[in-house]
């Protein structure tokens, strides 16, 4: 799928658990974003990196934590996962950075019970 | 708060008639709006852009107007298709916050029936 994609697809895991998906790109793209998609919230940035090791808060990174150490992975991990970090999480990629069209992978449907 | 809303939830309209998707924007610095289309299970799209030097951009049956000095962007769809029912989100970028990263809209579902 424009050569991004995400795993594991679906995870259903329990409240204080640690959980990491994962962010794969063959683009050689500079620029990788996770957004979390809620009802009545639309899509929201959690966290961005705009190289390797090079990464950014967003606008919900509480309880999230992200790594980058190859251009072509972007892993996003919840430390501590909670019933309100239930939601479905997508990756995106850029090499525009500014502006310009993402391409996002096909997402993560995350279940914290 | 939110700087990309898109006020309408949802929005209804018959095959071959046009669809106008509104979305309003509250940072006067973005320079960069973009919509994107997203069908259940997958992830979103891109559709069309536009910069804030332009005041339209046309891509076949999808037209996207800006309107700067009300902080006002619309997307038509003319004619409309079954086809063309998903949820459509309005994103913008510029300006200040969170790098380079698209601040998207809520979205509005589109039902375009036969």
């Known amino acids: 799928d424009a050569g991004i994609t995400q795993s594991p697809r679906h995870k259903v895991t329990e409240t204080g658990t640690p959980v990491t998906l994962r962010c794969h790109q063959t683009?050689?793209?500079?620029?990788m974003y996770w957004y979390r998609q809620d009802p009545g919230h639309g899509l929201r940035l959690i966290h961005y990196?705009?190289?390797?090791?090079?990464?950014d808060k967003g606008e919900v990174s509480d309880g999230y934590s992200v790594s980058r150490s190859k251009t072509e992975d972007f892993l996003l991990t919840l430390e501590s996962a909670t019933s309100s970090q239930t939601s479905v999480y997508f990756c995106?990629?850029?090499?525009?950075?500014?502006?310009?069209?993402?391409?996002f992978g096909s997402g993560t449907r995350l279940t914290v019970v | 708060d939110q700087q990309v809303k898109q006020n309408s939830p949802s929005l209804s309209v018959q095959e071959g008639r046009i669809s106008i998707l509104n979305c309003d924007y509250t940072?006067?610095?973005?320079?960069?709006f973009l919509w994107y289309k997203k069908y259940p299970a997958e992830g979103p799209t891109f559709l069309i852009s536009?910069?804030?030097?332009?005041d339209k951009n046309e891509d076949g049956r999808f037209t996207v107007f800006l309107n700067k000095s009300a902080k006002h962007l619309s997307l038509h769809i003319v004619p409309s298709q079954p086809g063309d029912s998903a949820v459509y989100f309005c994103?913008?970028?510029?300006?200040?916050?969170?790098?380079?990263?698209?601040?998207f809209g809520k979205g509005t579902t589109l039902s375009v029936s036969s």
């Open positions: 940072n006067s610095m973005f320079d960069y």
């Open positions: 994103a913008a970028s510029g300006g200040n916050q969170a790098g380079t990263a698209l601040i």
């Open positions: 536009i910069s804030s030097i332009k």
């Open positions: 990196s705009y190289g390797v090791k090079d990464t």
């Open positions: 995106a990629i850029s090499d525009r950075g500014r502006g310009g069209g993402y391409t």
């Open positions: 683009e050689n793209h500079r620029y």
